[in-house]
């Protein structure tokens, strides 16, 4: 039987066992993934839109 594989938690860094048993998993606790289901609810988490930022050297045009 191999070694059960051990991840750190995405929110504290806790080391954790990625098991079934692990309702959590693959946070370490019921408190980590309700603190980063509570950062998902307030779009903590965003991606960069670089569209904007290519769009706005587009309208500018030639200078001079």
């Given at each position: 039987?191999?070694?059960?594989?051990?991840?750190?938690?995405p929110q504290?860094?806790?080391?954790?066992?990625?098991s079934?048993?692990?309702r959590?998993r693959?946070?370490?606790?019921?408190?980590?993934?309700?603190?980063?289901?509570?950062?998902?609810?307030?779009?903590?988490?965003?991606v960069?839109?670089?569209?904007?930022?290519?769009?706005?050297?587009?309208?500018?045009?030639?200078?001079?």
């Amino acid at each position: 039987m191999a070694a059960p594989r051990i991840v750190n938690c995405p929110q504290c860094g806790k080391p954790v066992e990625w098991s079934p048993e692990n309702r959590y998993r693959p946070f370490c606790s019921e408190r980590c993934k309700m603190i980063d289901l509570g950062a998902w609810a307030n779009e903590s988490y965003r991606v960069p839109d670089k569209t904007s930022e290519q769009d706005g050297d587009a309208d500018a045009g030639p200078r001079g």
